[in-house]
């Protein structure tokens, strides 16, 4: 019998080996990098690759940004449990790259359905400054991201969550290049 997430260690070295199905989902705070390395995995390893967030608002038809001011976040988890459901009912076995958003991994109707589906979830982990530093770098929306002590607050809040996931990889200090290599490589597949 397969041990469940949450009663694996909370942080496995990121030299395991063996990728337990096909998807492997990345999940982190804002800023971890879970597109953009979710991106470069795909490439390196000729897989495809989905954003959760990009599923979702194609099904709802309005931007996360504005699920969230129009309707809430209860309303979002809504949404991004059933996209998610979705999503693993059409990959199956089959390769795929997933980056889940930040709040995703946190939910634990999530976690039961990644858990089920035996997806590799890989938790791409970072200093709160540095995560915070990152996503005022990008020109992205991202509803929850207030303040410096507001960030840090949500972030230590959610982090027991991520600590589930099978593998964790540091990126603090790492360029995109170097956490892709090291997340393949802790889950066996290099190409």
Not at 40 to 56: A, C, Q, T, V
Not at 67 to 85: N, Q, V
Not at 107 to 128: H, I, M, R, W, Y
Request: aromatic content about 6%; hydrophobic content about 40%; some cysteine.
């Amino acid at each position: 019998m397969k041990p469940s997430i949450a009663s694996r260690p909370s942080v496995t070295p990121v030299t395991r080996r063996g990728a337990e199905s096909g998807v492997v989902c990345l999940v982190g705070f804002m800023g971890a990098g879970k597109t953009s390395v979710g991106k470069l995995l795909s490439r390196r390893l000729g897989w495809p690759f989905e954003d959760l967030d990009d599923r979702i608002e194609a099904r709802e038809g309005h931007s996360i940004a504005k699920i969230f001011r129009d309707s809430g976040e209860a309303e979002f988890r809504r949404a991004e449990h059933a996209a998610l459901r979705e999503l693993l009912s059409e990959a199956g076995d089959a390769a795929k790259i997933v980056a889940l958003g930040g709040g995703a991994f946190a939910q634990p109707e999530n976690l039961t359905l990644l858990e089920k589906s035996g997806a590799s979830v890989v938790f791409l982990d970072g200093t709160p400054e540095e995560l915070f530093r990152r996503c005022e770098l990008q020109a992205i929306s991202r509803p929850l991201r207030r303040d410096p002590v507001q960030f840090r607050d949500l972030y230590e809040q959610r982090r027991p969550s991520y600590m589930a996931a099978a593998w964790r990889v540091d990126t603090n200090g790492k360029d995109l290049e170097t956490v892709a290599a090291e997340v393949a490589g802790s889950l066996g597949l290099q190409p």
